[in-house]
């Protein structure tokens, strides 16, 4: 986990109502990832950046919007929060190695929409 | 959906036991990861193995892949208790622009003392 917070670290929220959850980095990393994981499911990407308001979709992307303005923050938005979206959310940042790359992950998130 | 799927979806063994889980695939990939994630963490990398590799080791650990039957599979060797955690694969398929890892569903494996 080290380099990588996440916050908050644990949210109960209703349904319908926005919420933001904060990825921070100082591994002054380019790429940065969103996950979701659910049982049964392993890690599923949500949408990932590869620069400074640079992103993109990942595979499970309905329903969530991402920013990233600095290098070090990566923003993820739950627009209108739904039960379907509970879940313990990951962020990771990734480092470009020669032909590879592996991740590095913060602690994660768990998010209650009630 | 899903690229890599891991086998067992669970395994218990005995402190000292070997561990040994599987991971199939479905499309040719650039390399293959490993990584850990202990109760309420985040995941931990572990090991990587690039498509022309058949074999690596690390510590305790031996990754093989098999690129011809699409299949990997992580060996922990003389397990600890401290081993017990959940196992997951991971697929990269190639260092495009924005390339993703495609995660299976994991391994949880409990190692009693």
């Known amino acids: 986990d080290a380099g990588i917070t996440q916050s908050p670290r644990h949210k109960v929220t209703e349904t319908g109502t926005p919420v933001t959850l904060r990825c921070h980095q100082t591994?002054?990393?380019?790429?940065m990832y969103w996950y979701r994981q659910d049982p049964g499911h392993g890690l599923r990407l949500i949408h990932y950046?590869?620069?400074?308001?640079?992103?993109d979709k990942g595979e499970v992307s309905d329903g969530y919007s991402v920013s990233r303005s600095k290098t070090e923050d990566f923003l993820l938005t739950l627009e209108s929060a739904t039960s379907s979206q509970t879940s313990v959310y990951f962020c990771?940042?990734?480092?470009?190695?020669?032909?590879?790359?592996?991740?590095?992950f913060g602690p994660g998130t768990r998010l209650l929409v009630l | 959906s899903q690229q890599g799927e891991e086998d067992p979806q669970a395994l218990s063994i005995q402190e000292g036991e070997n561990a040994t889980m599987n991971c199939s695939y479905k499309?040719?990939?650039?390399?293959l990861q490993w990584y850990r994630q202990n109760s309420g963490r985040g995941l931990v990398h572990l090991i990587l193995?690039?498509?022309?590799?058949r074999e690596k080791h690390s510590g305790r650990l031996r990754v093989t892949l098999d690129t011809s039957k699409k299949s990997s599979s992580l060996l922990i060797t003389a397990s600890r208790a401290a081993d017990t955690a959940s196992y997951f694969c991971?697929?990269?398929?190639?260092?495009?622009?924005?390339?993703?890892?495609?995660f299976g569903a994991g391994t949880i494996l409990r190692v009693k003392s």
């Open positions: 990771a940042i990734g480092e470009r190695g020669e032909k590879a790359e592996t991740q590095y």
């Open positions: 591994e002054n990393h380019r790429y």
């Open positions: 950046s590869y620069g400074v308001k640079d992103t």
């Open positions: 499309t040719s990939i650039n390399n």
């Open positions: 193995i690039r498509s022309n590799e």
């Open positions: 991971a697929t990269q398929a190639a260092l495009e622009y924005g390339n993703k890892l495609v």
